[in-house]
């Protein structure tokens, strides 16, 4: 089983550790003789490179021009910088409401031209009804004690949605099966989103896969999406993690494709979403 994505933060951390080590070692020096050449105390050198400590720019800038690697300062800072990144507090991105958490991405959504989208837990964002996406959105307010803007955060998400029904566009989706008898909202509610599912499917930019819950072709992932085959967006509990290493993301790519392989599509997948239809109480 690959790592979890918190493993691959800090993977990506260890990385930059690494590259440090490295280049303090081509240069011939020990841990003491580059605190010497950089002020810093030893340990400030053993924390950096161990990873304990996670640098700042001008450490990188430092770092490199003592070993004479002046030219490896721009590389390392954006490394740094994306391992930084990666890692998103929900509740500090939340702190506001979750209307401009639905806003901020809307740019992101516009210029992806396909779109692979992942769902071990809820329907996706892109193919929720309003109410489905407000009853959703309130529950995440409450748990993660935001305040509940859950009402506008529903339009925008919505809004956000639109670009689904634009020529030019696809939208690779996979489905766990069991999300679709995980209920949301009341029963009104999921009866609606569930008859959504069935219009949507039918849009030539959308092509939807239900995981089936016996034989899977694999085991359940976290959810995640994928962007142009340039960027992963894997949701967590408490964190979102962004993801651009070209090998990691070609992992990605792998689990939706084989995933996808062992899904049911076209006339089995209307199937699955009518039974779970005819099993609402």
């Known amino acids: ?13 260890d990385r930059i550790a690494f ?34 400590s996670q640098p700042s720019d001008e450490d990188i800038r430092v770092w490199c021009r003592a070993c004479g690697a002046e030219d490896e300062a721009a590389d390392l800072i954006a490394s740094a910088r994306q391992a930084q990144q990666m890692y998103t507090e929900w ?9 401009g958490v639905q806003q901020a991405r809307t740019p992101l959504y516009e210029r992806t031209k396909t779109m692979r989208v992942y769902s071990s837990s ?6 929720q009804t309003r109410a489905y996406a407000a009853a959703l959105l309130s529950e995440i307010s409450r748990f993660n004690r935001t305040p509940d803007d859950s009402s506008a955060a529903a339009d ?13 566009r696809r939208f ?26 069935l219009q949507v499917a039918a849009l030539p930019t959308v092509t939807l896969g239900i995981v089936p819950s016996r034989a899977m072709p694999m085991w359940p992932l976290e959810t995640f999406t994928i ?29 939706h494709e084989e995933l996808s392989a062992g899904a049911a599509h076209g006339p089995a997948a209307l199937r699955l979403i009518a039974r779970a239809v005819s099993e609402l109480a």
């Open 172 to 197: 690779p989706i996979l489905i766990e099966e069991s999300v679709l008898r995980r209920q949301v909202g009341s029963t009104e509610t999921m009866a609606e989103q569930l008859g959504y599912l």
């Open 227 to 255: 962007f142009d085959e340039e960027q992963v967006g894997v949701e967590l509990l408490t964190a979102a993690i962004t993801i651009t290493t070209p090998s990691e993301v070609a992992q990605y790519l792998a689990a």
């Open 19 to 52: 590259r440090l080590r490295g280049l303090r070692a081509d240069a011939g020096l020990t841990g003491q003789q580059l605190a010497e050449l950089t002020g810093w105390q030893g340990s400030k050198v053993s924390r950096l490179q161990s990873g304990r």
């Open 122 to 127: 809820v329907i996706p964002g892109m193919l």
């Open 91 to 99: 509740r500090r991105v939340q702190g506001r409401g979750l209307k």
């Open 1 to 13: 089983m690959p790592p979890s994505s918190s493993a691959r933060v800090q993977e990506a951390r």
């Open 156 to 168: 925008a998400r919505v809004e956000r949605s639109r670009v689904i029904r634009r020529a030019g």
